[in-house]
């Protein structure tokens, strides 16, 4: 902790340093944080912060029900498994930053749109560590299940979802970090709304005060997320924790 103070501070003085010599191009922390100042006193900065914070959980919503249902019915189906890997390798591996022109062609600016861009920017290691865990559930459970005569909902209520939960939450604490890059992206190759928006905004008048104040901003809502993604992580899956810091 000691430590993050002490780089906290010399990257302050720093930048306080270099924001004195060249203030045009590279606005004082001062300056930055009055610049956040007069964004929330006049309502802007809340009103951002309430639509991106809106399309990064429908997003994430949105991955995680799907990413979790699809990689379950993978793990008990081995022709759907073989048939649909390679698309969702082939899919994931393609930048969403190039799929966000299709997207715009096929589904225009609106709500839904920015919503898938989130959605498969965030989808895929959800779904690909769900599958991998419920793959391999103990085959002895299974079989017991099979002489208990449970049926394929009870199968997967007591028996895969149980297993595949922590590396379904691995999964999830990617899919925040992979949710939150893919609402800038949607937010800045789509409709320009919330804080993407505010950044392009002060980027084409050169308002490098509102543009670094913004940057600082993301960085600490990114830091909060990550945080947040490793204490649900630590909670559902502890014998992970050694091999994640």
Same mark, same amino acid.
């Given at each position: 902790?000691?430590?993050?103070?002490?780089?906290?501070?010399?990257?302050?003085?720093?930048?306080?340093?270099?924001?004195?010599?060249?203030?045009?191009?590279?606005?004082?922390?001062?300056?930055?944080?009055?610049?956040?100042?007069?964004?929330?006193?006049?309502?802007?900065?809340?009103?951002?912060?309430?639509?991106?914070?809106?399309?990064?959980?429908?997003?994430?919503?949105?991955?995680?029900?799907?990413?979790?249902?699809?990689?379950?019915?993978?793990?008990?189906?081995?022709?759907?498994?073989?048939?649909?890997?390679?698309?969702?390798?082939?899919?994931?591996?393609?930048?969403?930053?190039?799929?966000?022109?299709?997207?715009?062609?096929?589904?225009?600016?609106?709500?839904?749109?920015? =919503? %898938?861009?989130?959605? +498969?920017? $965030?989808?895929?290691? #959800? /779904?690909?560590?769900?599958?991998?865990?419920? &793959?391999?559930?103990?085959?002895?459970?299974?079989?017991?299940?099979?002489?208990?005569?449970?049926?394929?909902?009870?199968?997967?209520?007591?028996?895969?979802?149980?297993?595949?939960?922590?590396?379904?939450?691995?999964?999830?604490?990617?899919?925040?970090?992979?949710?939150?890059?893919?609402?800038?992206?949607?937010?800045?190759?789509?409709?320009?709304?919330?804080?993407?928006?505010?950044?392009?905004?002060?980027?084409?008048?050169?308002?490098?005060?509102?543009?670094?104040?913004?940057?600082?901003?993301?960085? =600490? %809502?990114?830091?909060? +997320?990550? $945080?947040?993604?490793? #204490? /649900?992580?630590?909670?559902?899956?502890?014998? &992970?924790?050694?091999?994640?810091?």
């Amino acid at each position: 902790m000691a430590i993050s103070l002490v780089g906290l501070l010399a990257g302050l003085l720093a930048w306080q340093v270099l924001g004195q010599r060249d203030p045009v191009l590279l606005a004082t922390p001062v300056r930055s944080f009055e610049s956040l100042v007069a964004m929330t006193r006049d309502g802007t900065l809340p009103e951002a912060l309430a639509d991106t914070g809106v399309l990064f959980l429908a997003g994430l919503v949105a991955a995680v029900v799907g990413g979790v249902g699809y990689g379950l019915v993978l793990s008990r189906s081995r022709r759907l498994r073989t048939g649909t890997q390679w698309l969702v390798f082939a899919v994931q591996s393609v930048p969403i930053v190039a799929l966000a022109p299709l997207i715009l062609a096929a589904f225009g600016f609106g709500f839904g749109a920015k =919503v %898938l861009v989130v959605f +498969l920017s $965030a989808v895929f290691p #959800v /779904l690909i560590n769900t599958a991998e865990g419920a &793959r391999h559930t103990p085959v002895t459970l299974l079989e017991v299940a099979r002489v208990h005569r449970s049926g394929e909902w009870a199968l997967w209520r007591d028996v895969l979802l149980p297993h595949a939960m922590p590396y379904a939450m691995s999964g999830i604490r990617q899919g925040i970090a992979m949710a939150f890059v893919g609402t800038f992206i949607a937010e800045f190759f789509l409709e320009a709304t919330g804080i993407g928006g505010l950044l392009l905004g002060a980027s084409s008048r050169f308002d490098s005060a509102t543009v670094l104040a913004l940057t600082v901003l993301v960085s =600490v %809502l990114a830091a909060m +997320l990550m $945080a947040f993604g490793q #204490v /649900l992580e630590r909670a559902f899956a502890p014998w &992970r924790e050694g091999s994640t810091e």
